[in-house]
């Protein structure tokens, strides 16, 4: 490897350069803030929304102009256009959870440097995943994001519950990351290669020879898939998420709810599409996954049904609309045929649209709270609209777009998994998937009831002050959402579709 | 150049309703009223620059009409995803019912001019936005943008009825909302499935295009669902009384006026060209459920206490009747060869449907603003509370009188023609049909004279009513153009006859639906 190739490998990866650099700079300058000045943290808030500002554009700029598209060390790390298209949502995401986590933070009493620092870190990890091409650097990088997201969980220190929910996340997820590694090593000793090019060639042999390796394959393809399954909280491995997400400071929840399983997607469409492509595979994972995703949208939605505590229904319905993309994935994979191409518009442009409305709404819940108060039931925001009508609004906008109500993204992302679905001719999968989002649209109305009721006409609601970024947050999602509802063309351009 | 006229009416709502969102209003006491003298410039607005529609619509004589095009095509999503565009066109059918809609809007807000005090923007915003779901749904040529707009209706509506309603509203509104969404949803599925069918969601396609007739009965009942739940037809008319009686004034104006109408439109935009076969199969299911929807809503307003209520019952029976009209079919002959009666839905019911429908939309609307009038004035709606009104207000008692008369069909009154026209369809085909929907009319008249004798005739016996205070000018000025076109309507029904000829010839010369009866 020579000098230019490696400025051109820099060149290609510099999102990841700089987010990295970016949180290692923070923690350097917090070591110099002596503790009683916290009101000069908020420069590490500045710091890395700028750095994340630069890097976005930069992706949209590699997406859009084919920068630095191709392979890097080695072919350990892939730029291509499915990549850069994750890697964006991943930054949009990013860019809102560090804007909301703001006030947030000082308001929990969480060291803000530190978190903003982790958040990078667990970025930088999540762009890698959506980039890597081999087994070690899939595997290495999903542990950055992993082992940052663990500290992220139990970041409200003194808050029983976070405790618990960093405790089980943890280990949980360290179980999960166990199997997924042995999943890696049979995969490795069925064909002796890490890269996944070299992996998916020998598995296509393997597969049309029936060895007994074929089967050491199929093994590893079951652990790696429950690995990613647990990540992405699809059933049967999704009951740590609504404990989890209560538990985590909010902000942290909006990250892993949608950072984590875009990431998380990402890398599952590569491994199941690149790898595991041999008809004798796919057919295997294709039918796992139906079943999966039939029961990831019967579970997530119904028991958003009793939920009374807003983020565990956000929870649950994370999970359902983990079940929506999973029948995106499997529509793709059975309308593929022989080509190598994969028709990814539909699981791309519902994770887009799923990002900014799901931060959308947990920076709208933020932003009902105060000091001391962090409002999280159907019971606690009741009429809040009286007290913050902007805020309500925008906040009944993420309800209905996740409920997939036209003139919202939501109504456009289910559409176009639903088209592609029954392209697919899977209408039983589709007719499965519209009847639980009708019984979506119940749960997400229960919580629009609750902050416009009003059990007495003349009662007063003191006015709700809300502080400048969660606004800016929900009002920029607000925004996205109305306008990709009625030009969804918008996010095809952005991503490139 | 043409002028799209058609987006610019469309747009011009919701402009106005994001303009009102981004303009920060001072703090002062006139705030409010600002408020909704903006929401009244734009919807006024809206209704001169469709006036040019109407008088141009099918008057190819005129020398304008090339500077207008009544059809726009842009592109909306990237075909290669999607086969859908930007679609939107008005015909013969759609044409009144955007008149009505621009008409009515301006109105309903300034009906609210005193009625609503609490949170006045908001209320301003749900209208336009409600508005330009309307347009929206009875322009879209396109089946995407058709759904689009149909649910951009819902939620406006939702909020009008729970925020600004009175005691039950939350449970009025969520009931709404359910029974709407459950059957756009179907019609949703039924949607995706055309789509496949076809491979185009526009409406020539779909149109032009054959569904096999097993298909159709599934993908009409979906449809049928939807709209008959929007209609509503009995028996899923139950959302209807609790929406109208917690809804505000402009909420049941426009409920009554416009949003029903959504549901007999698509009965008449859909049923024919896209399901022949079991619209011709079925036509006797949906006239019998229609005349169970004529009596049934009659005999309830009949027993109704509430005016509001009463008014509610009476927008199912009038809306059977609407209902009838499209589903009556009569003898044209018999088939070549054979001995079996050829039955063909019949042209005059069609229209007078069409008709109807407009009439009903003023009257009605007209009735629910005149009972938002005493509401405001009594806070009642119990007819108990009434008794000799005649003579405390003389000018309410003339506008009441004129407006029940023209609900109840008066000749020489908008009602008139429409159910005249109907009944006269109805009675060719079935004569027992006939003679079932005119006991309707009789009891129409029945229930409406008895709330009108009950409200004003009479001594004036309760002491707070004598102090009322008659119509102001703000009330009068509402009122009247919808008095007027009530008496238009009724003495010129040609002019308006005439908008649909065009449309509706070609809709009945393209398909000829004949049912064959064994």
Redesign the interface.
Known sequence: MNETEVLKALQALLPILIISSIALLILIIEAFIPPEQDENRTISFFISIGGMIISLGYLIYQLTYDVGVGSYFGGSIKVDHFGLAFSIIICIGTLMVIMASHHYLIRIKSNLGEFNSLILFATAGMIMVTMSNDMMTFFISFEIMSVALFILAGFQTKYLKSNESAMKYFILGSFSTAFMLLGIAFIYGATGELAFDQIAAVLDKIAAAKTDDYYLGLFGLALVLGGFLFKLGAFPFHQWVPDVYEGAPTSVTAFMATGVKTAAFAITVRILFVIFKAEDYSSNWVDVLMAVSVLTMVAGNFMALVQTNIKRLLAYSGIAHTGYILLAIIAAKVSQGKTDSIDT?AILFYLLVYTIMTIGAFAALIGTGKRGLDLETLDDIKGF?YKN?LVA?TMAVFF?SLAG???TAG?MGK??I??AV??AKLYTL??IG?IT??VS??YY?RVV?SL??IKDETATFPAHRTRWNYMLVAFVAFMLIILLGF???LG?YLLR? | MTFPIISFILFLPALGAVALMLIQFGDDKDKDKDIKAAGIFFSSLTFLASIPLLILFGDASSSFISNFSFEEQYYWIDPNIIKTSYHVKIDGISILLVILTTFITPITILASWNSIKTRVKEFIVCILLLEFGMIGALTAWDFLLFYFFWEIMLIPMYFIIGIWGSENKIYAAVKFFIYTMVGSLLMFIALLWIYFEVGSFDFNAVFQHQIDPETQVILFAAFALSFAIKVPIFPFHTWLPDAHVQAPTAGSVILAGILLKMGTYGFIRFAIPVFPHPTTQYADVFSVLALIGIIYGAMMALAQTDIKKLIAYSSISHLGFVMLGLFAFQAVGLAPGGTEQQYQISYQAVQGALYQMIAHGLSTGALFLLVGMIYERRHTKEMKAFGGLAKVMPIYAVMFMITTLASIGLPGLSGFVGEFLILMGTFQGNRLYGVLAATGVILGAVYMLVLYQRVFFGECTKAENLSLKDLDAREIILLLPMVALMIIMGVFPNYFLDKMTGTLDTLFDTIPHIRWTS
């Open positions: 518009h609209a009508p609004m209905f109500i036209p003139s109504f559409l176009f639903f088209k029954i392209s589709a007719v519209i989002a009708i649209v119940y109305l009831v416009y009721y030009f969804p063309q095809f579709i």
